[in-house]
């Protein structure tokens, strides 16, 4: 089993930045393949991307591509989201989760973060 917390939410003004954390616990953080989403009020929760267990793969939803990347350090058993050039439609409480799998952006995620608020002003 895996705990995770994710940090580093917050407001931002459009064209910003913020990088999210998430940390894991337990020793076997390496082993397990994280995935970060996240939703808006009154929508669903959307995938935002993932990355394997080395960090050598990953894969971006397009409405973030170009402008969010995910990396891992897993000497920290951290996983990040760095978001730059960021829009109001980012709004929403941002997740991580964790997969002993990998597939892509069809990975079934089994362990869930709390969540963090990133709030966007045009």
């Known amino acids: 089993q895996v705990q995770l917390v994710e940090s580093g939410g917050g407001l931002v003004q459009a064209g910003g930045s913020l990088r999210l954390s998430c940390a894991a616990s337990?020793?076997?953080?390496?082993?397990?393949?994280m995935g970060w989403f996240r939703q808006a009020p009154g929508k669903e929760r959307d995938l935002v991307g993932g990355?394997?267990?080395?960090?050598?793969?990953?894969y971006y939803a397009d409405p973030v591509k170009g402008r969010f990347t995910i990396s891992r350090d897993n000497t920290k058993n951290t996983v990040y989201l760095q978001m730059n050039s960021l829009k109001p439609e980012d709004t929403a409480v941002y997740y991580c989760?964790?997969?002993?799998?990998?597939?892509?952006?069809?990975?079934?995620?089994?362990?869930w973060g709390q969540g963090t608020q990133v709030t966007v002003s045009s």
């Open positions: 989760a964790a997969s002993r799998g990998w597939s892509g952006p069809r990975t079934t995620y089994e362990h």
């Open positions: 337990g020793r076997t953080f390496s082993s397990y393949c």
């Open positions: 990355i394997d267990w080395s960090g050598r793969s990953t």
